[in-house]
């Protein structure tokens, strides 16, 4: 803690206050904290995904040339090691928000509060149906 | 000699100090006291000049909320057999100006508190003949898990973002203006909206989430700030949608 006015101006009527300043760390001192940030951060790596998907669509609409070079630049290493730490990311920021949609939801039923886990557990279902649908038209219907 | 424990208590003197500085007592170890009780037994005991706040004893008042190992906690409820053998660090609340000790200036909490006018207002009080203003168990649940707000300023403590940005309304403030806007006496939800919806309001959460983690009554404020995003979209999308008559 660093004080912004060291010099002691003490007088009956105004005491001097300490105002304690935040650290640029401040983030790094609770593992909450680090998890709130690192899951701002697993935004930008959602948004890489809508880029790759959006590369991908302009690749198949410029013919079959242009999307084989698209997935050869897909297998090259940088670009898998990126989508693997893109994935964690994405894992980690689904699991999150999954976690804290409750929260914002206050679902009312026959009266009574619907109970957290419901609405968790509805969101991974839905997750799972939706991964079921994409996973049968990737195999080919 | 019974069993004892460290407690590292931050001194502030506004007289003497420049910054605020830690000094180590050694008080009695006993399964039922709280860290509370270690404070009141130094001051009584070791060091009168020991200054902090503190009323109830029993997590009501809301007055001896301090930082305890670096975690926003109400001492009266904070066992110390639960740290034992380590020290115990206390400190002020976390974000606020010290006093001295661990005394901290709340009027900032105060101040946004009143902003957010929290009382029923009634576009027309009812005359006293005309009885009570009644209200189903429903009606009440939907707005009873805010009102059990104590101001204890926990939330405050551990919300980054006030840290960072003073001027937001802050956690306890914005639950307890939700606490009267769902309450179905109020009906000054309009006049609490320009408060609420502007950027130091709800809009400069970032839904860290750590407020709800630390109340001692459960009122989670994250939630009703969350809540309040949505009804402040849905105004806005009334708004942008409907003329101005039918709003």
Known sequence: MKSNNAAPGYSLFHPRWYRPRVSTYWWLHQWSYLKFVLRELSSIFVALFVVITLLQLRALSHGPQAYADFQKWMKSPAVIALNAVSFVFVLFHVVTWFHLAPRAMAVRFAGKRVPELLIV????????????????????? | MAE???????????????APRFETFQVPLRKEWVVLDALNYIKDRLDGSLTFRWSCRMGICGSCGMMVNGEPKLTCATFLADYAPAPVRVEPLRYFPIVRD??????????????MKPWIIRKEEKSLPEGEYLQTPQQLDSYKQYSMCINCMLCYAACPVYGLDPLF??????????????????EGAN????????????????FVGECTEVCPKHVDPAGAIQRYKLTAAKEWFKSLLLPWGVR
């Open chain 1, 121 to 141: 557990g509805a969101n991974y279902a839905a997750w799972v149906a939706i991964s079921v649908v994409v996973a049968w038209f990737l195999r080919g219907g």
């Open chain 2, 169 to 186: 309304s802050g956690p306890a403030a914005i639950a307890l203006a939700q606490r009267y806007n769902l309450d179905s006496r109020d």
């Open chain 2, 191 to 206: 006049e609490r909206f320009p408060i609420l919806s502007q950027h130091e309001g709800i809009w400069a959460c970032t």
């Open chain 2, 102 to 115: 661990l005394v901290i200036e709340m009027t900032d909490f105060l101040r946004k508190l009143r902003a």
């Open chain 2, 4 to 18: 004892t424990i460290k407690l590292e208590v931050a001194r502030y003197s506004p007289e003497r100090d420049a």
